[in-house]
C-alpha cells in the first residue's frame, strides 16, 4: 500500500457541486498539505497542517476548506466547484521542518 | 518570498549522454532542498533531499549539489537513459517552512 492515498484518482463534477477529496496517510507524519498543479503556473500550496489542531492557509485557499479527521487523514473540500479549480490535486506529508515531502498520486479533478 | 527557478525549462537529449539541470532560489536561509521526479500525470517521486549542512547527495546515476550562499543547486544525471524522460522539480522551504516548488525542467532522453 501506498504511504499517502489519495481518492478519488480521477473525478468529474458539475459547476457548483460540492466535492470533497481525501488524503491518508501511513506515514506517522504530523505535517500534511494540499497543493495543486497547473500547466505553466507549477505547485501551488492550497492549505496546510501541523498537527490535528492546526489549520493555516496557503497562497490560494480562496474556494477551498480543509478538515484535518486525525493525524493520518486530511480532507479538501470544495464548496461549490468552478471550472478554474479544474487542476491535478496533490496531498503531500512531512515529519518535520528539515525533512522532506512525501507525495500521493494526486487527483485529477475536472470542473464542467 | 521565495522564489525558485529552474533552467533550462525544457531539454531534448541523445541516450547515454550526461546532463545538468539548475536550480535557483532567492532566500538562501533554507533547511534543505529536495529534488523531485513526475511523469505526465503522476505524482512526484522523491530523488533526493539535501540539508543545508550538505554540499551534495548522491542515489545511483544521480547527484545533487547544493551552494546555499549562491541560492543554487544542480542535479547531474549520468549516462542519461529514455526512462529517465520525466519533469525534473526542485523545491525549496519558504522560510523554514512549507516547500516552495520551481516550475520544473521537462527532460526527454531520446533513444
Known sequence: ?112 | KQEVTQIPAALSVPEGENLVLNCSFTDSAIYNLQWFRQDPGKGLTSLLLIQSSQREQTSGRLNASLDKSSGRSTLYIAASQPGDSATYLCAVPSYGQNFVFGPGTRLSVLP
Open chain 1, 1 to 112: 500500500d501506498a504511504d499517502v492515498t489519495q481518492t478519488p484518482r480521477n473525478r468529474i463534477t458539475k459547476t457548483g457541486k460540492r466535492i470533497m477529496l481525501e488524503c491518508s496517510q501511513t506515514k506517522g507524519h504530523d505535517r500534511m498539505y494540499w497543493y495543486r498543479q497547473d500547466p505553466g503556473l507549477g505547485l501551488r500550496l492550497i492549505y496546510y497542517s501541523f498537527d490535528v489542531k492546526d489549520i493555516n492557509k496557503g497562497e490560494i485557499s480562496d474556494g477551498y476548506s480543509v478538515s484535518r479527521q486525525a493525524q493520518a487523514k486530511f480532507s479538501l473540500s470544495l464548496e461549490s466547484a468552478i471550472p478554474n479549480q479544474t487542476a491535478l490535486y496533490f496531498c503531500a506529508t512531512s515529519a518535520a521542518a528539515n525533512y522532506g515531502y512525501t507525495f500521493g498520486s494526486g487527483t485529477r479533478l475536472t470542473v464542467v
